[in-house]
């Protein structure tokens, strides 16, 4: 049961580690203790061969429900980054826009075109 118990108990790690919310703050570290866990359970997910017992088959059952969770969850955070990043960058460019007003061409909204010429 070595291995199994092993990449059970760091995959409960990773379920605690990915426990909402993730302040922005504390994101960047938290990230970088996800990834050590996941480096790691992955090492041990190399380990594993079958036959497993009536134990090992439990523990499996479990890690693949965490897993639905644990994936779950990091989707929800890169979909939080990916507004944060967006967000950010509407607010650079909205500042670029007050810094250097005639750097952008201005609209065409209510030219006159004449079709003549």
Partial sequence: MGVVHDVWRAT???????????????????????????????EWLRELRPPYSEEEQRLGREIVAWNREIEARLRQVRDEIGSDLRITEAKRQANARYV???????SFDGMFY????
């Fill in 12 to 42: 409960k790690e990773l379920l605690e580690a990915t426990a909402l919310p993730w302040p922005s703050e504390e994101r960047e570290e938290r990230l970088a203790a996800v990834d050590r866990l996941l480096r790691r359970r992955e």
């Fill in 100 to 106: 250097h007003p005639y750097e952008q061409p201005l």
């Fill in 114 to 117: 004449d079709k003549r010429r």
